[in-house]
């Protein structure tokens, strides 16, 4: 979100002796957004590739081994992201996502497993797929007795959200968010508990940070993914 976003939303005209200092709050308040969330705002960032594969192995989740053979690596489509893989859950959470190409249990840069199409089921929900859904038994059952230990999940997925052109594709009600907290974070007397103006002196109710008030806290959880900080908050 740029300056001129801002002022769209929150129908406030930025003077020019207060555009850097408005822009600077931007830039850190997303960076506080992105904490909870687990991954970038930033369109240019948003197909960084987190994983590079060298090759995959030739029996499906075999036991370490520093003498395999290996196969040739798939070509990415869209960006690879690591998530945390429990051979248990029957959800598997990632971030939002537009389309899913391929799923992986990876170790370092090597492929333990690759996922059959008919094997997962991404769950749409709110419009974009968050959650991929186990429907297959062989998610657990293999062969080597390892089960699939030590592995991470590796998706390849077209992610949200990058920029259409010069457009924002980021959902207006997460803007709201993001520019409620650039304004508390812009205000210089926030930290104000009580002031005095000539005879008249007043106190200014503390509303603590607006990533915290339960209405932005519930449109942040609706798209967080399993990295983000309020995420992990919930299952401490």
């Not at 590739?49 to 003498?67: F, H, I, R, V």
Request: glycine content about 6%; some cysteine; hydrophobic content about 35%.
């Amino acid at each position: 979100m740029n300056l001129t976003k801002y002022e769209e939303i929150t129908g406030l005209t930025v003077p020019t002796a207060r555009q850097a200092f408005v822009t600077a709050q931007l830039n850190k308040t997303r960076r506080v957004l992105e904490r909870l969330l687990g991954f970038t705002l930033v369109s240019a960032s948003v197909n960084t590739n987190q994983y590079t594969e060298t090759g995959k192995t030739q029996s499906e989740c075999p036991c370490p081994s520093t003498t395999a053979t290996y196969d040739d690596p798939d070509a990415v489509i869209g960006a690879y992201r690591l998530f945390p893989y429990n051979p248990k859950d029957r959800h598997l959470l990632i971030d939002p996502a537009s389309a899913i190409n391929k799923v992986k249990l990876v170790n370092g840069s090597v492929t333990y497993r690759t996922f059959e199409a008919d094997e997962f089921r991404p769950n749409l929900l709110h419009g974009f797929i968050k959650s991929l859904e186990v429907v297959n038994c062989c998610w657990t059952a293999c062969n080597c007795g390892c089960n699939c230990h030590q592995v991470q999940l590796a998706v390849d997925a077209n992610w949200l959200w990058e920029d259409a052109g010069a457009v924002s594709t980021i959902p207006d009600d997460l803007l709201d968010v993001w520019a409620e907290m650039t304004t508390y974070y812009s205000d210089s007397k926030k930290d104000i508990k009580s002031e005095t103006l000539g005879p008249h002196s007043y106190s200014k109710k503390d509303s603590g940070y607006p990533e915290e008030m339960l209405a932005n806290l519930a449109i942040i959880k609706k798209y967080a993914g399993p990295l983000g900080s309020v995420k992990r908050a919930l299952t401490q």
